[in-house]
């Protein structure tokens, strides 16, 4: 049983964990489509929500601290600006659920359950 068990580890260790989910949340936010496995995918749905949500604009104009949070974990500046100017205003309104899985099959090589994350358009 994995009652109480968080996260899922997909058999890494946990700094290529956190590696892995920033690479793949960096290229989320610069495609805002990517195909991988569906476990990948469910694991990192949370991770990507919780940047859009700092990314979000709050009541003062620019928040130092908001992008040194997001800093820490999107390495690249292009993307942490886009996610900043473009991805996080367009969720103002949205009280979350900025992200859609939709199941794809099994791949060909090794028959992995595959899907696709992608950032939802609409507003509500």
Do not use: W
Request: charged share 35%; aromatic share 4%.
């Amino acid at each position: 049983m994995r009652h109480r068990k968080r996260y899922r580890k997909l058999n890494r260790t946990p700094s290529h964990r956190r590696a892995m989910l920033a690479n793949m949340a960096t290229s989320l936010i610069y495609e805002e489509r990517i195909q991988t496995t569906e476990a990948k995918a469910k694991e990192l749905r949370p991770f990507v929500e919780k940047l859009i949500t700092k990314a979000k604009p709050s009541g003062e104009e620019t928040n130092v601290h908001r992008r040194r949070l997001v800093a820490r974990v999107i390495r690249d500046k292009k993307a942490a600006k886009k996610l900043f100017d473009e991805i996080g205003p367009r969720y103002a309104e949205r009280p979350g659920g900025y992200t859609r899985i939709i199941k794809l099959g099994r791949r060909l090589g090794d028959n992995a359950p595959t899907a696709l994350i992608e950032l939802v358009r609409e507003s509500v």
